[in-house]
């Protein structure tokens, strides 16, 4: 139509876009390196599956409608992005058409058709998107400005395309083509519009407006699809709409190690580190870039808060927010990012000690005026997180909140050495005595007493390891479950044996607490016992452990087969060495633990287990299986006390009172405590018996 | 200020300790530091953030203290000795005030701060007896303490009628209680800071005395033997309805155990 | 013949029971008993020190000694001692022996032993004392001719029938500590009575949850005259003062009635009271540790146990 126009706009608009696309890109690279470019074939099928598929929008039963809308809107861009291309030549050749597109071929034709449907979809999401910003007003909405904004361009963007497409069929059918307007008119197909039924009716609603206006009309729909379509695409990077573009990459690079990511291992010996505050992350430059791709990407649609348990119980733990304030803090800070990451490059070329002492006073100047923990991010934020990952789990495009959550912790502990004083009693008892109740070590095994366990030093020849934990061992409670499990595993003539007081906690909570110090020196000495002993199986009855002895020992040199002892005792009655009677009486559920389900993938075989024994009926929690609630003890949040909002575990033990059983089973000793807890708050402990899985089988032994 | 500290290196008692042949088992004995002693670091380093004192530690006996002593440099303090030698073998409380003695005058300390007791001894006389050896006036099982001014400190003891508010003139000697404050946990970088600093070892000669002068070969008390103390049994567990069971114990704790 | 010095334990004006302790088990071993009162207005005890068991009385009154100071304190029991010619001086348990005893030991160039649970004459003298935070006994040779003790709370029993004779010595006033002035004492307010002068201790823990709890406790402690304790998770949780947590850190005792209520038995709150003579337990489980060591379990929610705990004592009392 203009070719001049056109090219002035596609070069203004183009080079804009570039030199923020350029800014953006530059900021991450400035960022820490991350390894991501790897494993692509799984990587690819992710971003099918979760991006382009919209699995986390269509595939969850809650918020399904909305997630629909949303895949339309993304399928109807995927879409239409084809016909972006053929309206951009349009305005350099009259009738320009994409090759295998044009009206030579059906596939041209069906494409046209699924453009139109697409079109009138997207139309009707969008409004519903209205309707659902402005009446229903769902808690988890950010309504901003550029919520809306977006919304009505998009809006434009259809109703531009219908209109210019309308005026185009009036024009051709109705009033004689007098400009001449190109349009497929294929005798086998028959004519584009033939196939174009929104548009169509769009033209309806015009189409008495006579030919001068439709002229008119067409003229100002193709300018002003244009017009917004590239202003659209410059205000994308601006907001949360980024994620536009950044949405595929993230997922694509998103981590596959989840849901059991390991936090990377800490250089605790290097100076350097200790020099630049490098450990953890403290300061904003610290993110890596795929953090900072994250930052970018949030779309702010706030399913992660619907599911916090923080969150829900009012603690500050806002993620939206959280991520807000990070990515404002790191884009306020861009230029000194990359100042710093061009110094950090000539620091590492340069030999002279002078010279380089000048580039490290120079780096130091560098540093954000704000702290990361304090100013940008709340302490009550950083540390009310249960690592949970009900926020990962939900996210659409794969934000990593909790590894970024436990790296602020470790900046915070290691380097400004600013973490909740209430944890030291238990960090003092872990690094003493091996456990965070701070009992003497010697004590470990004490609940065994009487039952013929023995230990690996007295009989190191053993098929399994049963890995006891500190709950396991010490808590009065769980001490019950650690006897129910031997009495199963004796009663099967299952060969194992216990570390007794060469038992060690795990670290699991000094870690993600940010104690990469305490952790790692726990570890090391577990480790070396097992390798000692040269243990390869490993049953335990704590997710907790489970999840650090299978996925973050090998870090260290410890690689053994894990196994809960749900998975463990299921095998053994599928495998007949035990069998089980139904004799546990009232109706019962099961609360997946988080470590045991998100993190770990296991939900079947506690069901398995605690159905074959429950004589009563089984019903499901309403947050169940993938989207189980957290108990609240995780992250370390055992070991402190909830003093903001609503407590966790009462939230939890409020909604099993409401599916209305006689028994709650859990796999878990930190969910044990804080759901029996719960219940004895709400005085329904009587009522309501908190059962660990093991005990529900022991006692249902035929 | 300037101020010494003293630390002692202890059995951990959350374990079982057992006695055998008249002497403590060793074998699975793990040691640590005296948790009073640790309060009184706290509070040394405490006096050093907000008034800018000096701090010094001294540890005396105990085998290889290195690791104590690097954790209390983590806390903060700034300088540390090692006091050790074969002759302090059977010290008792007595000896070891001689050896403070001998420590305090070496130096130029305006206050001397320990922990009320130790927790292998229960004694809880070294910091008292070490201030009547230096002539010092003395505040023990301090729960409280703040600065008036560079000679006067407010200190509050744990009295038998109460807290007793008490101006000490300095040079001083206070052994405090564990609860006046929470003593913080070593961070990694202090420790690994620590790693760096030097622990002055000392024997009795290099302290500038002797044997003798101590009176090391004839401590005032010995410990002959230990003994196991009597392990409590559990009695009578009553179950069922609540009037019923509380109404027979009361009876029996009238009647039979007669201490009502 | 042996010289035993007892330092009469006087607070607040009344004279405590184990100052006729001491003089019993001192008679008992064959000594000639002394006894030594420090304080203001200490004269008018003068009678039961001499019921309490002692032949010479000495006494150091003076208005300057009022509120307890350890340096006066000790220079009167220093005076008496050389004055009596004391083989042995004695102090009953509490704060104010632990501050004066090792200045006396001091002064004397004496052997101090504390909390000594008994005691041998003979060449050597020899004591029996706890060690390594009370989980062992340890036997203790004394090595020098006198010896300063303090004696554990309970550790000797008062003879009914001892008597002494009046024979007063009046010690010049002490010099008082111009270095440690005691400017005021805090008293505790609550009106109890100190966890270390009760016959019968009464201890609250978790099993109380709350502030209501708590109080519905102490009810029962006031009932009975009883110095009011905690465990720790209650001192923890901000319920109880440190200073009446009964435990490893806090205060150890043994009275002749420990009730421990609503008290899981945690190892470190053993350690606090398990020299107690008797001990009562309510627990709402029935697997609490407490019933390991409780001569007297109730297995009940304290809420239903301890109202009734209350009736049935006042019943048993009238």
Known sequence: MNPVLMSVLLIVALGIFTRTMIRKIRLLQALQPAERVNHIAERVKNMLVLAVGQKRLIGRQRERSSGIMHAFIFWGFCVLLIRSIMIYGEAFQHGFTLPLLNEAHLAGYLYTALKDVMEGIVLAMILYAFYRRIVVRPARLHNSFEAYLVLALIGILMVSDLLYDGARYNLTQLYNNPVGIHFFDNPRYGTEFAWTPVSVGAASLISKLGMEANIVIMTIMFWLHICTQLTFLNILPLGKHFHVITALPNVFLKSLGYPHEKPKLLDLEDEAAWEDESLGVNHIHQLDWKQGLDLYTCTECGRCKDVCPAHVTEKPLNLFEFNDH????????????????????????????????????????????????????????????????????????????????????????????????????????????????????????????????????????????????????????????????VTILQKAGVRFAILGTEEKCTGDFARKVGNEMLYQMSAQENIETLNGYGVKKIITACPHCLNTLKHEYPQLGGHYEVTHHSVFIAQLVKSGRIQIKPSLTGALTYHDPCYLGRYNEIFDEPRFLVQAAAKGVYRELDRHGRESFCCGAGGGRMWMEETIGKRINLERAEEIVSCQVGNVAVGCPFCLTMIEDGMKELEKEEEIRTLDIAEIVAESLA | MKILTTVKKVVDVELNIHVQDGAIVEDGLQY??????????????????NHGAETTLVSIGGGDNTDIIRRCYAMGIEKGMHIDDPALEKADAFIYARVLQKVFEKGDYDLVITGKQAQDTDNGQTGIILAEYLGLPCVSNAVGIEVIDDTHLKVTRSGDTGDEIIELELPAVVTVDVSINEPRLPQMRGLMMAKKKPIEKLDLAALGTSAEEIGCAAPKSEVVEFMATEKRAGGRKFEGEAADITAQVVQLLAEEAKVL | MAKILVVADIKQGVLKSSTTELLSKAKDLGAEAAVVAVGSGVQSLVAELVKAGSDTQYVADDAGLELFSAGPYAAAVVDAAKQFGADMVWFGFSESSKAVAPRVAAQLDAACATEITDVTLGEPVEVIRPAITNKVLQRVRINTAQLVAVVRAGAFEADEGITGTENVVQLAAPEPDTKAVVKEVVSDTSGDIDLGDADIVVSVGRGARNEAGVELVHELARDLDAAFGSSRAMVDAGFMPHNKQVGQTGRIVAP?????????????????????????????????????????????????????LREEIKKVRS
């Not at chain 3, 053993?270 to 060591?293: H, Q, R, T, W, Y």
């Open chain 1, 326 to 485: 990070l990515k404002h803090e790191l884009l306020a800070n861009a230029d000194k990012i990359i100042e710093r990451s061009r110094l950090a490059a000539t620091l590492a070329q340069c030999s002279d000690e002078a010279e380089a002492e000048k580039i490290r006073e120079r780096m130091a100047t560098l540093n954000s005026e704000k702290q990361l923990v304090g100013d940008v991010i709340a302490e009550d934020t950083l540390w009310a997180c249960t690592t949970c990952r009900a926020c990962e789990e939900v996210c659409p495009v794969t934000i990593e909140h909790v590894p970024r959550i436990v790296a602020m912790r470790q900046g915070q502990t290691l380097m400004a050495e600013a973490y909740p004083r209430e944890l030291n009693p238990a960090l003092k008892g872990l690094e003493r005595n091996g456990n965070p109740w701070g009992i003497g070590y010697d004590k470990r095994a004490d609940w065994a007493d009487g039952l013929g366990v023995p230990t690996m030093a007295e009989n190191p020849d053993v098929d399994y390891l049963f890995w006891v934990g500190c709950a396991g061992s010490f808590d009065d409670r769980s001490k019950k479950v650690s006897r129910a499990i």
């Open chain 2, 32 to 49: 640590v530091i005296n948790a009073w002693d640790e309060s009184g670091v706290e509070t040394a380093v405490q006096l050093k953030e």
């Open chain 3, 256 to 308: 002749s009635l420990y009730m421990a209520v609503g008290i899981s038995g945690a190892i470190q709150h053993l350690a606090g009271m398990n020299g107690s003579k008797v001990i009562m337990a309510v627990n709402k489980d029935p697997e609490a540790p407490i019933f390991n060591v409780a001569d007297y379990g109730i297995v009940g929610d304290l809420f239903e146990v301890v109202p009734i």
